[in-house]
């Protein structure tokens, strides 16, 4: 009661809310960046709300980014708050499921199969599975029709990312049985299940068979793998896995690596799918840009529009440029929770956050700030060109660089440049290591899409749909519909 009476002076300013437990939850639940924005013009950058009973503290812009993910290992800690959703979904002994050195270690092995000479094999997979979906799926028949875009991108989005990481093997396996287990899988991944996880109820029991199910697939096919010897054929990296080795000498368990190929789809799937179906949203929304994405590659690739290569899209910066625009406006992870570990002084602020707090970064605030992106709520591919009179005034505060930042993880990402506006796939020791794979995955998909297709809203208008905060990512309000046209 005293608590509730007199607010400790340390504390961030509370969020208001009249119901015990809920608090702000379901203000929050609705529409997380509007109840950012309100809530930062009211209390500043930094501030607490209530979630489901637990103070949740926001630390938000450059500084918060940074203050947040930046932490360091005796402050923070993920894996208390994720594993309860993550490990019955990925299985036992990997990511949220053991110390956070192992994830390291594991992120690197995972971090070394996506190397350029990967990435050279994979453009030619994605762009073969895209030209392949679009031959075949009777939505595209004929020379125009309308499509829910993020239904198709879901399929293409496993399609392609399954056949480049997994092999050729278990992408088949997608037209069969594997696709229905992950969506059984799929069903664990839901904020619900922070709190429900578990529970005997039936979408966690198939949850838990579909887990158990793809996790023995894998095995099987490892343990062929193994048996038949490395013809030197395939590279994947089911085949980088089995083969890497723990710093202590242990071999990493053929169930580690089962577990760890699902968690590399799951984390991968939504948020590039989410991704995707916004890039063709935002082109439909703005079909003269479809358009320039086309005379983008007469003009650098040929106008005979040769087979796409990984050299290839370098050669196309409005093509990079606009999934780096969708990703500022619409990140597919719009908060990342920490457990804090030990009490945490803000830098420049008299606040001290207790470990009874959670804490909630939000770099989506930063990166539709006007202070950093001019008309941050335009999506202007083109402001990403240096003369572009939208283009970001990124200030970076090399201030804030503690020792902890210098460390390479071994891994490639070094958690230097937390303190920056733009942080889709987050920064520090959680960093994502996809970031190269989904960018290749996306700029391949836009291309071939352009290539085939102009794309417009239904009613021609410039109309976008909402956003679905539901879900653990968010995603396009469904039905999503555009309109295709074949090219001639
Ligand atoms: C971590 C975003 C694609 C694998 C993260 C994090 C973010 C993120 C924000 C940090 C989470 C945290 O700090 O709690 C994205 C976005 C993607 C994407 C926006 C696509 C547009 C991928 C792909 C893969 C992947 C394709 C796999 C090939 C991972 C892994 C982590 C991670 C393994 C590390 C988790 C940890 O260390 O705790 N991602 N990601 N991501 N992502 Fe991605």
Redesign the pocket.
């Known amino acids: 009661a005293k608590q509730l009476l007199f607010k400790n002076p340390n504390e961030p300013p509370m969020v208001f809310s009249i119901f015990p437990f809920i608090g702000s939850t379901v203000t929050y639940g609705m529409d997380p960046p509007t109840f950012f924005r309100t809530n930062r013009e009211k209390h500043g950058d930094v501030f607490t709300f209530i979630l489901l009973g637990k103070k949740t503290t926001v630390a938000v812009g450059p500084a918060g980014n940074d203050f947040i993910?930046n932490g360091k290992l005796k402050d923070v800690n993920?894996?208390e708050i994720?594993t309860p959703l993550t490990t019955p979904v990925f299985g036992r002994d990997v990511?949220?499921d053991c110390p956070n050195a192992k994830?390291m270690e594991q992120?690197k092995f995972?971090k070394i199969a996506?190397t350029t000479e990967a990435f050279r094999s994979y453009v030619p997979i994605i762009s073969g599975e895209v030209k392949n979906y679009f031959k075949k799926n009777p939505a595209f028949k004929g020379e125009s029709g309308m499509v829910n875009v993020p239904k198709h991108m879901a399929e293409i989005t496993i399609f392609t990312?399954s056949h480049a990481?997994q092999g050729q093997n278990v992408r088949n396996r997608f037209d069969e049985s594997l696709a229905s287990l992950y969506h059984d899988l799929d069903m664990g991944f839901s904020p619900i299940n922070f709190m429900l996880h578990w529970a005997p109820l039936p979408w966690n029991r198939r949850r838990d068979h579909a887990q158990k199910t793809i996790a023995k697939i894998y095995m099987d096919i490892i343990k062929e793998r193994r048996a038949k010897g490395d013809d030197g054929t395939e590279f994947d990296m089911m085949k980088h896995l089995m083969n890497s080795t723990y710093k202590d000498g242990t071999p990493v368990p053929d169930h580690e690596t089962a577990h760890m190929l699902i968690?590399?789809?799951m984390?991968?799937q939504h948020?590039?799918s989410?991704?995707s179906s916004w890039i063709m949203l935002r082109l439909a929304q703005n079909p003269e840009i479809c358009e320039e994405l086309y005379q983008e590659q007469v003009k650098n690739l040929g106008a005979d529009l040769p087979d796409l290569t990984y050299e290839d899209l370098a050669k196309l910066p409005l093509n990079q440029h606009v999934v780096k625009e969708t990703?500022r406006l619409h990140?597919?992870?719009h908060s990342?929770?920490?457990a804090v570990k030990s009490p945490m002084p803000v830098p420049g602020t008299n606040y001290v956050i207790p470990t009874t707090h959670t804490l909630l970064?939000a770099?989506g605030v930063s990166a539709s700030d006007p202070a950093y992106f001019p008309n941050p709520e335009v999506w202007d591919c083109h402001r990403w060109e240096a003369d572009s009179p939208n283009a970001p005034t990124i200030v970076r505060n090399d201030a804030s660089v503690e020792d902890e930042e210098k460390i390479d993880y071994g891994y490639g990402a070094v958690s230097k440049g937390a303190a920056s506006p733009y942080?889709?796939?987050?920064?520090?020791?959680?960093?994502?290591?996809?970031?190269q794979?989904?960018?290749l995955?996306?700029q391949t998909i836009i291309a071939e899409t352009v290539r085939l297709f102009k794309l417009s809203n239904i009613d021609r208008s410039r109309k976008l749909v909402g956003t679905d905060y539901q879900s653990l990512f968010s995603r396009p309000l469904e039905p999503a519909f555009i309109r295709w046209e074949r090219r001639d």
């Open positions: 993910l993920a894996e994720y990511v949220y994830l992120k995972m996506l990312a990481l968690a590399l789809l984390a991968g948020s590039s989410s991704t990703l990140a597919p992870i990342i929770l920490r970064s770099p942080l889709p796939f987050g920064a520090g020791r959680h960093r994502c290591i996809g970031e794979f989904a960018n995955q996306l």
